[in-house]
């Protein structure tokens, strides 16, 4: 499967955003997706994750509250709404899927290893 993130800008603080992130390629529903983000001189970290079906949502303690993971399967597209954006959300924001395979998500979603497919990042800006 084939990610396209796209959607970022340049937004002050206390704006709303939503990235999105397109799948082509693949059969979309069967992946369990998620959200990393990469600020300058940082390492990747876990924004939000979405199991296949759309039953189960899961956020880093940073975006609690603020962001909000969802996907179409029918438009084979997932989605980060993001309210109440902080300078320190500022970050390259990168859609990732997860292949079906023993284990369970609820204990894996947030680990960079898991994800087999990444699409090539959005970036968001968020001034002060």
């Known amino acids: 499967v084939q990610l396209q993130a796209f959607g970022g800008g340049l937004m002050q603080a206390g704006g709303s955003l939503r990235i999105s992130c397109a799948a082509s390629?693949?059969?979309?529903?069967?992946?369990?997706m998620g959200w990393f983000r990469q600020a300058p001189g940082k390492e990747r970290e876990f924004v939000a994750a979405?199991?296949?079906?759309?039953?189960?949502?899961y956020d880093a303690d940073p975006v609690k509250g603020r962001f909000t993971i969802s996907r179409d399967n029918a438009k084979n597209t997932m989605y980060l709404q993001m309210n109440s954006l902080k300078p320190e959300d500022t970050a390259v924001y990168y859609c990732?899927?997860?292949?079906?395979?023993?284990?369970?998500?609820?204990?894996?979603?947030?680990?960079?290893?898991?994800?087999?497919?990444w699409g090539q990042g959005t970036l968001v800006t968020v001034s002060s």
């Open positions: 990732a899927a997860a292949r079906p395979r023993p284990g369970y998500f609820s204990s894996k979603y947030n680990v960079i290893g898991w994800y087999d497919y």
């Open positions: 390629g693949g059969a979309f529903s069967i992946y369990d």
């Open positions: 979405i199991s296949r079906s759309g039953g189960f949502t």
